[in-house]
């Protein structure tokens, strides 16, 4: 699986978009994208994923570059909630793989 | 829904012990993963398993054993524990069906401590 590179830590006022940069130069061509985030000491949960276009849910959006070798994680209108650690991992969505997960980006949403 | 569990929750070890950590899921899922985590830092992954009877290592595998009991038990070993090894570790399943391919399910991890 590709490696990822992401910002150390960010911050963002509440109520704003919080918007998360992920680096992934060396993506295959079958490698998603995916974003999850860790808060406190729990285990990480799920956000959203992609393949090259761009995906929204309910909890966020996803925009991946043409050459997805990027991709930006939007938290529409941040919240104190959504202070928490954030990982941005590459895999074959459909097959077993190492899943490494780095160091993610901690988000600091202040009031 | 139950998800993946691990248990102990909580475990503090002497120096040289040796303990298993285990971890059940009951989604069906072929895929399973042990990763720890030290104070402020990111998810390192230990061993996986892509399915029942395979296991293969992770970024950092020295002084542990997993055993895929069944394609529902993942268990991961210290054979003689070290204070190093003083982390929180997580147990994972995934597989390729489901909603949506390919998400990783976390257990709520496992606190340990070597004195």
């Known amino acids: 699986d590709a490696k990822t590179t992401q910002p150390t830590s960010m911050d963002c006022a509440e109520g704003r978009a919080a918007n998360l940069p992920c680096n992934h130069s060396?993506?295959?061509?079958?490698?998603?994208v995916y974003w999850y985030r860790q808060i406190h000491s729990q285990g990480p949960q799920y956000i959203i994923h992609g393949l090259k276009n761009n995906e929204t849910n309910e909890m966020a959006s996803l925009i991946i570059t043409e050459d997805r070798k990027s991709s930006t994680l939007i938290l529409p209108h941040a919240t104190l909630r959504d202070t928490a650690v954030y990982y941005c991992?590459?895999?074959?969505?459909?097959?077993?793989?190492?899943?490494?997960f780095g160091s993610g980006t901690r988000l600091s949403i202040r009031p | 829904n139950a998800g993946v569990t691990q248990t102990p929750k909580f475990q503090v070890l002497k120096t040289g012990q040796s303990m298993t950590l285990q971890c059940a899921q009951d989604m069906n899922h072929n895929s399973m993963y042990w990763y720890r985590q030290d104070p402020g830092m990111g998810l390192r992954l230990i061993y996986y398993?892509?399915?029942?009877?395979?296991?293969d290592k992770g970024e950092v595998p020295n002084g542990y054993n997993v055993s895929r009991l069944n394609k529902r038990e993942f268990s991961l070993r210290l054979e003689s524990a070290a204070p190093s090894q003083t982390s929180v570790y997580f147990c994972?399943?995934?597989?390729?069906?489901?909603?949506?391919?390919?998400?990783?399910?976390f257990g709520e991890g496992s606190w340990l401590t070597v004195v």
């Open positions: 991992i590459v895999r074959v969505g459909s097959s077993a793989s190492k899943i490494i």
């Open positions: 060396t993506i295959s061509g079958n490698e998603y």
């Open positions: 994972a399943s995934s597989d390729k069906t489901g909603a949506p391919s390919g998400t990783i399910y």
């Open positions: 398993s892509a399915s029942e009877g395979t296991t």
